[in-house]
């Protein structure tokens, strides 16, 4: 499945932006979708994920409580709203579709078809 991700953009500390996952042909066809994100000279890690069927969502401790992980059932994507945003959120975000388990959910390795990034820079 081939991976869109939209919405990225420049916001100032404590604003808010939406991000969109979209999947080619209109489906995942995956159990889980998950968004990770990637800042300059560091390695990509785990943001937030959510089990298609069933809806159980799962957060790294530096969004708990700002981001939220949903589906968009009307236009079959998966959005990533970000509020009360840092400028260590700063990065380059990617969803990700994969068939993970709940010990997994958090790993990139689970996640098998990867979208492009879409930008976020976060301004002080």
């Known amino acids: 499945v081939q991976l869109q991700a939209s919405g990225g953009g420049l916001v100032q500390a404590g604003g808010s932006l939406r991000l969109s996952c979209a999947a080619s042909?209109?489906?995942?066809?995956?159990?889980?979708v998950g968004w990770f994100r990637q800042a300059p000279g560091k390695e990509r890690e785990f943001v937030a994920a959510t089990f298609l069927s069933g809806g159980n969502t799962y957060y790294d401790d530096s969004v708990k409580g700002r981001f939220t992980i949903s589906r968009d059932n009307a236009r079959n994507t998966v959005i990533l709203q970000m509020n009360m945003l840092k400028p260590e959120d700063t990065a380059s975000y990617h969803c990700a579709a994969g068939n993970p388990i709940v010990s997994s959910v958090r790993s990139r390795d689970a996640y098998g078809s990867w979208g492009q990034g879409t930008q976020l820079t976060v301004s002080s």
């Open positions: 042909g209109g489906t995942f066809g995956r159990r889980a």
